[in-house]
C-alpha cells in the first residue's frame, strides 16, 4: 500500500478517511501513546522496540517514517558514532493524546461487554 497518499475510490475528496487511514493503522497509535508514556522527552528506537515487543524492526521503521512525514513525530539524529537517533512527539500529537486516551478508556470499559458479545455472536454461527 502507499503510505504516502491514501485515497478512497469512492470519495477521494474526503478530507478525513486520508487521515485517519494513516492513523488507524496497527502500531501509528500504539506509537504514539507508547511515547507519550515515556519519562523522557525523546526516546531512542531500541528503547521504543523494547517497549513494543511484538512489533518488528521493519515494521517500527516503517511507522516510524510515516508520522514523521505527517508530523506527529520528530526524529532527531545526533552526529555520533554510532549515530543515535531519538523520536519525540510533536505538538500535533500532544493535541491527539487526549481522544487517544478516551478511546483507551472507553475500550477499557467495554472490553468485557465486547468480548461476551463476540462469544455469544460466535456460538450463534
Do not use: H
Request: with cysteine; proline share 6%; aromatic share 6%.
Amino acid at each position: 500500500m502507499d503510505r504516502v497518499m491514501i485515497e478512497d475510490m469512492a470519495f477521494p475528496d474526503c478530507p478525513i478517511r486520508n487521515i485517519l487511514a494513516r492513523i488507524s493503522d496497527k502500531w501509528s497509535l500504539l506509537v504514539i501513546f507508547t511515547l507519550e508514556k515515556e519519562e523522557k522527552a525523546a526516546v531512542r528506537f531500541k528503547e521504543l522496540q523494547r517497549a513494543i515487543p511484538d512489533i518488528s524492526q521493519k515494521m517500527l521503521t516503517v511507522t516510524l517514517r510515516t508520522l514523521e512525514e505527517d508530523g506527529y513525530v520528530t526524529r532527531t539524529v545526533y552526529p555520533e558514532v554510532p549515530p543515535r537517533v531519538e523520536y519525540a512527539l510533536t505538538a500535533r500529537a500532544k493535541s491527539l493524546l487526549p481522544l487517544v486516551n478516551a478511546l483507551i478508556e472507553w475500550a477499557l470499559e467495554n472490553k468485557d461487554a465486547i468480548m461476551k458479545d463476540r462469544k455469544r455472536a460466535v456460538g450463534r454461527l
